[in-house]
T-cell receptor
Framework: AQSVSQHNHHVILSEAASLELGCNYS??????LFWYVQYPGQHLQLLLK??????LVKGIKGFEAEFIKSKFSFNLRKPSVQWSDTAEYFC???????????FGQGTTLQVKP | SAVISQKPSRDICQRGTSLTIQCQVD?????MFWYRQQPGQSLTLIAT?????????ESGFVIDKFPISRPNLTFSTLTVSNMSPEDSSIYLC??????????FGPGTRLTVL
């Protein structure tokens, strides 16, 4: 069965610090990978996605993620975080033919001004 | 993208009662999903609801507890039956569009006393 593991459950950073959130998945076949963000009191929103091609993908608000197939990883990065990045971040994976998204446990990011 | 609405946005219910949650999408979609997000936890897929067929439930979820209807391509309902406090969660519907992206509704926050 597919599973997704996020290593950091709660991250606290100061503004302008760099961010990297780890995500590993277990699935042997072709996968689609996603990062979702949930700002306080708001909907779950798609931050970025990887389907194929360039393993370095860029998303909204300056976020990027790198797919490393050999490591089954899809880590999220941002060079300089802002207070407005305070949110819950979820990594998710699906097998293209099922459409089912499997989510990681989520990482709470708190950015101090 | 898709605009998804859910009703009710929140409810407080008594133990032993049932609640039906509605999900409306602004476009026709084949694949709809229902997720649960328990307090402080990640999203767990309850079932896949495709129009014209019975819902497919994930391990740990059964039709008697979570009956689902999918009468057309823009609407679905999830009923939480015979509720207990353990059912207190946020329930979200999502849709899968062409391109394999999933969009989520705002969620229904359920509290069972």
């Amino acid at each position: 069965a597919q599973s997704v593991s996020q290593h950091n459950h709660h991250v606290i950073l100061s503004e302008a610090a760099s961010l990297e959130l780890g995500c590993n998945y277990s699935y042997g076949g072709t996968v689609n990978l996603f990062w979702y963000v949930q700002y306080p009191g708001q909907h779950l929103q798609l931050l970025l996605k990887y389907f194929s091609g360039d393993p370095l993908v860029k998303g909204i608000k300056g976020f990027e993620a790198e797919f490393i197939k050999s490591k089954f990883s899809f880590n999220l990065r941002k060079p300089s975080v802002q207070w407005s990045d305070t949110a819950e971040y979820f990594c998710a994976v699906n097998a293209p033919n099922t459409g089912k998204l499997i989510f990681g446990q989520g990482t709470t990011l708190q950015v101090k001004p | 993208s898709a605009v998804i609405s859910q009703k009710p946005s929140r409810d407080i219910c008594q133990r032993g009662t049932s609640l039906t949650i509605q999900c409306q999408v602004d476009s026709q979609v084949t694949m709809m999903f229902w997720y649960r997000q328990q307090p402080g936890q990640s999203l767990t897929l309850i079932a896949t609801a495709n129009q014209g067929s019975e819902a497919t439930y994930e391990s740990g979820f059964v039709i008697d507890k979570f009956p689902i209807s999918r009468p057309n391509l823009t609407f679905s309902t999830l009923t939480v039956s015979n509720m207990s406090p353990e059912d207190s969660s946020i329930y979200l519907c999502s849709v899968r569009l062409a391109g394999n992206e999933q969009f989520f509704g705002p969620g229904t926050r359920l509290t069972v006393l």
